[in-house]
Structure formats: structure tokens, C-alpha cells
């Protein structure tokens, strides 16, 4: 109850009071600017909080650590202008097991294996198995590892990130047959943005009103929390591709086969050049000749450039023979060839390229899903702490809200005693509505932000995930250290350069740039092949074939494949074949637009790198300004306490009013929102940090080799 005094004399204190407020929270700013200057420092003592919904009006704040604001580190050093050597080469061993073709890698010894279609096993529905341990009475209980545990081993986009590693693997089969490389996927998915974390009154706004101030956010039906980027990790640019090179010989052997029935009747026709019958022509039919034929050819490349072909048919028995034949294999002709380039196509390095490229890819598919990981891990601990900051919003506005109802009551029943005058009691009123507004606004905001984080976390479609549950309780709690760990920007950038995957995979991709432009500058030689040829009942001389394919992995049929000569004909063979474009513009464009196109890759590459210098250098000032700020914000609200208690103390002597009170507690309840928003900007400083230097899994104590098989340890970090 307000002590009893005359209503004049409540007035004047109530405009004293008002009147010292507004020259007090004028002078806020200027007195934490001071007591940044100032040397003492304290030592924090953070408590644990509780762990329950603070939806359901069950959480408790845990107790603020006390300290005075440093002076923000300076960045003194520059880092280094040159990026280092990368000198990662990730193993590729491992392999998603759950999400491998079969049948991809036939048995040697099965003939038919190579004809056996590949089957991909159906989408991997995800695991209930971690999520039914953590439900308990329809609430899930979760730690930050576990929730990144659920994110890596049932999250869609980690999932479609383990299918790139398969697709670089059916790529290497491919090369090894003879073909090129159909590439693979280097976008990324980024995780929704979520609510964020709590505004923050006295940092958004002015301090100026004696009043509490408006909301930070007012609009609650706004969907940009689930807005989703996508990265594109390719150093190639838009339509930018190059050019195919020459011929990749055709390292799957093949063979060739033709068998049927011939009838032949043969007419000769005889005319007279002498004596009377001068002209006179005669036609002799024989009868009909039968006969079986079979044409055999085996052809196969070598990573040299050279090709052999082979031909068995007895085209010589069939076209020439005298009696029908039924043994195709009795009198067969013959055709061996071997053929090498000299120029154009010569050459292990020009003929591998895309085995080599096959080889880089699946390296960098390997580091684009770290890089997948990486996202998920640092989505998913931003959208987790954002939670435990919402959390303890929601229990600072309850603490206002009741605060609010309290004056009410009180002021409620001062009225009915004639002490108070309404328009008081009208004002509490409004009050009381604008607390209620603070606490549904932050209750829909934790609710929001449940959905979003739940939904990073497990397939809300798949039936494997039985376990029903309302409500997220977060239980791993934001602690700011004593004294931050010093931070050596140059080291930091170095280790970033060296760990990053984006960086590492970028390498690789310049390394097949340079794969390439080697092809198509071999491409612009003259084509000048050497050739040998054995015949038995040959047909004619040596053809001029084409060798390889395009990688395609098609074979061209030989030429004489159904040919052969006369049964005496023997014919040995060699020589060179040469094709001299008289202009060649084409492959000289192609040959220069191709290096023109590693430039810029080579410059993208560059540009990435001096961007994680920015991003590690930037990570590092936000650290240490989140740090500065948050021990302003622990200072500020040990101030709002002490001047609390302050208005209580004079409120039982009669030197105070209820509504002054109430007022201090809503200064406090700010004070503790600013707080809770620079605890929670630190931490999310600190994973942004993390996450340019590329070290989540680490920290996080997650094993690549285990994110890719989607199986995580139960072991916290």
C-alpha cells in the first residue's frame, strides 16, 4: 500500500521524480562511456539456468555475470597479402555407404556384370533413433551436439550433399571407360535465417522518455525468418565452359560381331572376239552357293593415344569361293592395325585429363560436403542460441508483466480507498497492456523459432520420426568467459587460408583448369598419325580412321569390317596419315578462350581468399566489440538493480510512489533484454569466428569421415 499523504505532495514528488528520470537516463550513455575507461575489472560468475519451456512460464534467468567494459582490442597487424600454399588433400576413402549404387564396379570374373544396370538404393528416410532418446513427457530435451547430431545425420540438404560424393564416384567409372566427366554439384544450402535473437532496447533505441520504449519488432506475421540462401562454390562463370580437346581413346575394350546366311549364284557371261562368232555373247549360271558369315572386330585405346584393331571375317570365302561353306572360321581373312598419334592426341597427360579431373572432383566433392557441414553446423548453433536468448526474453517479460499486474492491484485498490487518483490507475492499465504485448510478442517469436530449428533438425514427413513432441528445451546455456582468449589475427587468417574447404576445393578446381587448357592447346596441332597394317586376303590399303571418341565412350566400327580380298592377297603395310587445317582459327580461339577463362578462375580464387581474410579479420573486431558490448550491457543493468533497490528503499519511507517503482522495474527488465541480446551476440560472434577460420567441426568434436557414413558419436565436445 502507498503510504498516506496528501495529494499534493504526491504530485510533487511524482514530477521531481520525473523530472530527475530524464536528466538520468540522458546521462546513461555518457556514464557507461566512463566506466569503459575505467581498469578495475571483476570477476563473472555465471550460474546455470533452468532448462524448462519458458513458454509454459516454467524458466528461470540465470545469473548475469558483473563486469566492467574493456577497452576494445585495436587490430594492429596486417595479414599477409599472399594466400599460402594449400597444402590439404583430403583422403576419399570414405564413401556414404546408405546412399552407393550397386552393382557400379562389376565382378571381373562375372561376364555378365558389365550389362547389369547399377541400382541407387531409395532416399534415405532418416534415423529416430537419437530423437526418441532425447522426447521425454512430450518435451525434447536438447543439448547444442545434439541437435548438430540431428542436423548432420537427417538434414535434406546435408543428404543431398552425400549424393555429390557419389556422383564424383560414378564419374571416375566413367573416365576409366573412356569418357568425360558429366560433373558435379558445387552449390551449397544455407540454413534458414531464423527470428534472430532478442531486440535490444537500449541499444536500438534512444533513452530519452521516462517511459518504457516501444517494442523492437511489431510485426509478427513477417516470413523472412525462413528465407534460405544458396552459395555457388563454382569458379567457372555463368555460360562458361571448356572446350572439349581431342579424342579420348577408348580404354573399355570392344567387340564387334556379325553372323548370317548368304546365298550366292554367280552368272558368268562369255563373248567371242574371233573368227565367225565375233561378238557373240554366252551366259553360264551356276547353281546356288550357301554359305554362313561371321565378321569379328576388337578395338581398343591406350592412355599413349595409341589404338589396336583387330578383324576376323571370311568375306574372301563369300565373295570368292567356288563351293558353299558352312564353317565360317575355314578360310577367314584377316586385318591387324596399330595406330599412334604423333601430335594431336599423343600423350599420357592429354589422354588421362579427365581421369585426372574425375580424381580432383571426387577431392572436391568430398570438401564441398565439409563445406555443406560447416553451413549446418553454424546454422544450426546460431538458430540454437537464438532460442536459449528467446527463452530467456520471454522470462524477463513475464517478470515485467507481473511486475505491471502488481501496480494495477495495488493501484486498483487505492482507488477504491479514495487515495489515488484514477488517472493513475488508467496509466498502470496501459502499462499492464503494453507488457502483455512485450510477452505474446516474445512468446510468438520463441514458438517461430521452435518450428524453424525442429525443422532443421529432423523430416517432420518422414514416418521414421514417431516421437511427439511440443516443445524445444534448450539446456546448454550461453557463459561468457573471465577474460577472452587473445586473438592473433595474421595466425588466424593463416589457419583460415589453410582449413577452409571452399578455399581447398576452389585449388581444385583451378587445377583442372589447367588440365584442360593443356588439351585444348593440344587440340590446335596438326593431326599426324603413324600407322601398321598386316592383311591376309586383303582388300585394299589402310583407311583413314577416326580414334577415340569424343567421350562419349561409342566406339566407330572399323572400316573392314566385312571386307576381304582375293585368297591370295597378303598385304603388309605403314605409313602416316595427316589432317593440316590450312586456318585452324577454331582451336587457336578455343585454345586462348580457354586460358582466358583459367584467369578468371584463377582471379575468382584469389578474390575468395582475400575475402576470408576480410571475413576472419571482421569475425574477430565483431568478437571483440560483442564482448565490449555485452560488459556494458552487465554494467548498465547493475546499475538499473542498484537504482531499483534505491526507489524501493524510498518507496517505505514515503519518499517514493508505486508508479516510480514500477517504472525502474520495466528500466530493468530493458536492462536485462540489452543484456540478453549482447550475451547472445557474443556467442553468435564467436561461431561467426568459427566459421571463417572453417575449424565448426572441431570445435564441435564431429568427425568428416562420420558426418559422410551420417552416423555422429555421442560424444560432446
Known amino acids: 500500500m502507498r503510504p498516506l499523504t496528501s495529494s499534493i505532495k504526491n504530485r510533487h514528488l511524482d514530477r521531481s521524480a520525473a523530472k530527475w528520470r530524464n536528466h ?10 566512463a566506466t569503459s575507461l575505467a581498469s578495475a575489472q571483476t570477476t563473472i560468475e555465471p550460474s546455470a539456468g533452468a532448462v524448462t519451456s519458458p513458454v509454459t512460464n516454467q524458466q528461470t534467468v540465470p545469473d548475469a555475470p558483473r563486469l566492467n567494459l574493456p577497452p576494445i582490442t585495436p587490430f594492429t597487424a596486417a595479414p599477409a597479402s599472399p594466400a599460402p600454399q594449400l597444402s590439404r588433400d583430403e583422403a576419399v576413402d570414405t564413401s556414404p555407404t546408405r546412399s552407393a549404387p550397386k552393382g557400379l564396379r562389376p565382378d571381373f570374373l562375372g561376364f555378365l556384370g558389365p550389362y547389369r544396370r547399377a541400382t541407387v538404393p531409395q532416399l534415405f528416410p532418416g534415423t529416430g533413433e537419437r530423437l526418441n532418446s532425447l522426447v521425454k513427457e512430450g518435451k525434447l530435451y536438447l543439448t547444442l551436439h ?7 545425420e537427417n538434414n535434406l540438404d546435408v543428404e543431398v550433399e552425400r549424393y555429390n560424393i557419389v556422383l564424383a564416384d560414378t564419374d571416375l567409372v566413367r573416365a576409366k571407360g573412356g569418357g568425360s566427366t558429366r560433373g558435379i554439384d558445387f552449390t551449397i544450402q544455407e540454413p534458414q535465417n531464423g527470428v534472430g535473437g532478442p531486440g535490444s532496447p537500449l541499444l536500438n533505441t534512444a533513452a530519452v522518455s521516462t517511459n518504457p520504449v516501444t517494442p523492437t519488432v511489431t510485426d509478427l506475421t513477417s516470413l523472412n525468418s525462413m528465407v534460405q540462401s544458396q552459395q555457388n562454390l563454382s569458379e567457372a562463370g555463368t555460360g562458361s565452359t571448356y572446350s572439349q580437346g581431342p579424342n579420348i581413346p577408348l580404354y573399355d575394350p570392344s567387340l564387334f560381331a556379325e553372323s548370317g546366311y548368304l546365298q550366292r549364284s554367280n552368272t558368268t557371261t562369255l563373248t567371242s572376239t574371233t573368227g565367225t562368232d565375233a561378238g557373240s555373247t554366252t551366259t553360264t549360271q551356276t547353281g546356288s552357293l550357301k554359305y554362313v558369315t561371321a565378321n569379328v572386330a576388337y578395338l581398343q585405346g591406350f592412355s599413349t593415344g595409341a589404338q589396336i584393331e583387330a578383324t576376323i571375317n571370311n568375306d574372301s570365302s563369300v565373295v570368292y569361293g567356288s563351293a558353299s561353306q558352312y564353317d565360317p572360321f575355314a578360310t577367314v581373312s584377316t586385318s591387324s592395325t596399330v595406330t599412334q598419334p604423333l601430335l594431336r592426341g599423343r600423350g599420357r597427360e592429354v589422354n588421362l585429363r579427365y581421369l585426372h579431373i574425375a580424381g580432383n572432383n571426387r577431392k572436391a566433392s568430398r570438401l564441398l560436403f565439409e563445406q555443406q557441414v560447416l553451413e549446418t553446423i553454424y546454422g544450426t548453433s546460431r538458430l540454437y542460441f537464438d532460442l536459449v536468448s528467446l527463452g530467456e526474453n520471454v522470462t524477463v517479460k513475464q517478470e515485467s508483466l507481473r511486475a505491471s499486474q502488481k501496480l494495477v492491484e495495488d493501484d486498483e485498490s487505492q482507488v477504491d480507498q479514495g487515495t489515488l487518483a484514477p488517472i493513475e490507475l488508467t496509466r498502470a492499465r496501459a502499462l499492464l497492456g503494453s507488457s502483455q504485448f512485450d510477452l505474446i510478442q516474445a512468446q510468438g517469436l520463441y514458438r517461430q523459432q521452435e518450428v524453424i530449428l525442429r525443422d532443421e533438425l529432423i523430416r517432420t514427413g518422414s514416418p521414421v520420426f ?37 578455399l581447398a576445393q576452389a585449388a581444385l578446381q583451378i587445377k583442372n583448369g589447367e588440365i584442360s587448357v593443356k588439351a585444348s592447346r593440344n587440340q590446335a596441332l596438326p593431326q599426324l598419325n603413324l600407322y601398321g597394317n598386316v592383311e591376309t586376303r586383303g582388300s585394299s590399303e589402310q583407311a583413314y580412321e577416326q580414334l577415340g571418341s569424343t567421350g562419349t565412350g561409342l566406339p566407330t566400327i572399323p572400316q573392314n569390317f566385312a571386307l576381304g580380298g582375293l585368297r591370295t592377297s597378303t598385304i603388309y603395310q605403314g605409313g602416316v596419315q595427316l589432317t593440316l587445317p590450312l586456318r585452324n582459327r577454331v582451336a587457336q580461339s578455343d585454345a586462348a578462350r580457354d586460358t582466358i577463362q583459367l584467369r578468371q578462375a584463377q582471379a575468382r580464387t584469389e578474390k575468395l581468399a582475400n ?25 548498465s543493468r547493475d546499475y538499473q538493480e542498484q537504482l531499483l533497490q534505491s526507489e524501493r528503499d524510498k518507496l517505505t519511507v514515503g519518499s517514493s510512489t508505486n508508479l516510480l517503482v514500477v517504472q525502474n522495474e520495466t528500466y530493468l527488465a530493458q536492462a536485462r533484454s540489452t543484456e540478453i541480446a549482447a550475451r547472445s551476440n557474443w556467442k553468435k560472434a564467436q561461431i561467426d569466428l568459427d566459421h571463417a577460420i572453417g575449424n565448426l567441426l572441431d570445435r564441435n568434436n564431429i568427425k568428416l569421415d562420420d558426418a559422410i557414413s551420417g552416423t555422429i558419436a555421442n560424444t560432446q565436445p
Open 146 to 152: 545434439d541437435a548438430i547430431a540431428l542436423a548432420i
Open 24 to 33: 538520468r537516463i540522458s546521462l546513461l550513455p555518457l556514464a557507461l562511456l
Open 611 to 635: 575475402q576470408i581474410r576480410e571475413a576472419i579479420e571482421n569475425a574477430v573486431i565483431a568478437v571483440d566489440t560483442a564482448y565490449a558490448a555485452y560488459k556494458a550491457a552487465t554494467t
Open 466 to 502: 514417431a516421437a511427439q513432441f511440443t516443445e524445444i528445451v534448450p539446456t546448454d546455456r550461453i557463459l561468457v568467459p573471465d577474460q577472452p582468449d587473445p586473438l592473433n589475427v595474421p595466425d588466424l587468417i593463416q589457419q583460415g587460408l589453410a582449413r577452409r574447404p571452399d
